[in-house]
């Protein structure tokens, strides 16, 4: 387990990390290994492998096993407020929550009358509701899903109501969004568009919204670039740092957008996960594999 390499950009940076933790290599193998979550309730890690159609477990001490062998080219997962398992699917074109029993329920399927694109980031808000993105990349090809045509006007951001399970166009601004996070206190929805991945006058950014007392957003501005890659997953300490994947590893910027540091990935990072006993452990699924990091701060989730 080499040591992690680490570059800050700012004195504080090393109050957020630990120079002498070592980056583990927990699996390898994917395709394109995405959407990792962590469960307190049972010390786990979940993730999918997109084009291989699968979701794999790993557990400390016992290592990996297939979690759901056909998992309709699942991307983004999430825990909800029951700790139960939500899942986007690229093949069925929506956002789904694993019951206790193992059945799925459908969370959303459509908008507006017309099939959604390809869900494919969610995080569950502290009133229970379900806010994912939903870019094309899962109808583009067969590889990730199956080629179709977008039959919604643009990709968005939705959130599910809680109550009602209504579903609403919360961004409709962006090209590609894609990683979504709430900072600690849920007064700043931060939302990644990598829309460059695919279009050369694509973004490459982070862009952040204020959060108004009824879920609305305003405010909607640039919090971050990504110069290497296009962001996808993000995540929140509990100081309000966000963490960011991109080409080059996992990059670290303050509540103020300043530019922090990275710890260097030996491949592409696509998403990251706070977990462990003490949630200060980075868990980070890049390219083909998913590797571990114990960091000096806590994730908010």
Not at 48 to 64: A, H, K, T
Not at 231 to 255: C, F, H, K, M, Q
Not at 265 to 287: D, H, M, Q, Y
Request: hydrophobic share 30%; net charge negative; glycine share 10%.
């Amino acid at each position: 387990m080499p040591t992690a390499e680490i570059y800050r950009f700012s004195d504080d940076y090393m109050q957020l990390t630990l120079p002498g933790a070592s980056i583990e290599r927990l699996n390898t193998g994917n395709l394109w290994a995405e959407g990792p979550v962590y469960f307190p309730a049972g010390d786990f890690l979940i993730w999918s492998d997109i084009p291989n159609d699968c979701q794999w477990q790993w557990v400390p001490g016992l290592g990996c096993r297939v979690y759901s062998h056909h998992s309709n080219n699942s991307n983004g997962n999430t825990r909800d407020r029951q700790g139960r398992l939500v899942s986007c699917q690229h093949l069925t074109r929506s956002v789904v929550r694993t019951e206790w029993d193992g059945s799925t329920t459908i969370l959303a399927d459509g908008h507006d009358g017309k099939p959604l694109n390809s869900p494919n980031d969610v995080i569950v808000a502290s009133d229970g509701a379900v806010w994912f993105t939903d870019p094309s990349y899962g109808i583009l090809s067969d590889y990730e899903g199956k080629k179709s045509t977008p039959e919604q006007a643009g990709c968005y951001v939705y959130r599910i109501d809680p109550d009602t399970g209504a579903v609403k166009a919360m961004i409709t601004s962006l090209k590609m969004p894609n990683g979504l996070a709430f900072s600690p206190d849920e007064k700043t929805l931060y939302v990644a568009d990598s829309s460059r991945s695919h279009y050369s006058d694509g973004y490459h950014h982070i862009f952040a919204f204020d959060v108004e007392p009824d879920w609305s957003l305003s405010n909607q501005r640039v919090f971050a670039e990504i110069e290497h890659g296009v962001p996808d997953g993000i995540r929140t300490d509990e100081l309000g740092n966000l963490w960011s994947s991109s080409a080059r590893g996992v990059e670290t910027y303050g509540p103020d957008g300043s530019h922090k540091g990275y710890i260097a990935i030996p491949e592409t990072v696509s998403n990251l996960c706070f977990g462990g006993r003490k949630r200060n452990r980075l868990f980070i699924t890049a390219s083909t594999s998913v590797y571990a990091v114990y960091v000096a701060v806590k994730g908010s989730e």
